[in-house]
């Protein structure tokens, strides 16, 4: 069975740092872009990185450039989310994603898997 599993998420105060990380088990994520969504409370989920299965290429989201960094690891299968001067209107649930990149400017529906998701929250 795939599993996607988050972790690193937290509390932060504004201008802070946050690193997520993504374990993926059953799953060779060399062959599949991999990157992060987010859910903040009566918002619509959103996706915010992608990096493509060579690492040449990624998106991000304008809300989140020149702050965030997605990296991935395809020995371990693991996929990490560096988060910079993190602003209160980062927080939301960030979900972990294996599925093409052009899937990340939707809501990613058809994503082929998730992860369960782990709470960033940021402070003024």
């Known amino acids: 069975q795939v599993k996607l599993v988050e972790s690193g998420g937290g509390s932060v105060q504004a201008g802070g740092s946050v690193r997520l990380s993504c374990a993926a088990s059953?799953?060779?994520?060399?062959?599949?872009?991999m990157g992060w969504f987010r859910q903040a409370p009566g918002r619509a989920r959103e996706g915010v990185v992608c990096i493509n299965t060579s690492g040449r290429s990624t998106y991000y989201v304008d809300s989140v450039k020149g702050r965030f960094t997605v990296s991935r690891d395809a020995a371990k299968d693991m996929v990490y989310l560096q988060m910079n001067n993190l602003e209160p209107d980062d927080t939301a649930v960030y979900y972990c994603?294996?599925?093409?990149?052009?899937?990340?400017?939707?809501?990613?529906?058809?994503?082929?898997?998730w992860g369960q998701g782990t709470q960033v929250t940021v402070s003024s």
């Open positions: 994603a294996a599925g093409p990149c052009r899937l990340y400017s939707g809501d990613g529906h058809n994503l082929d898997y």
């Open positions: 059953q799953l060779d994520i060399e062959y599949y872009s």
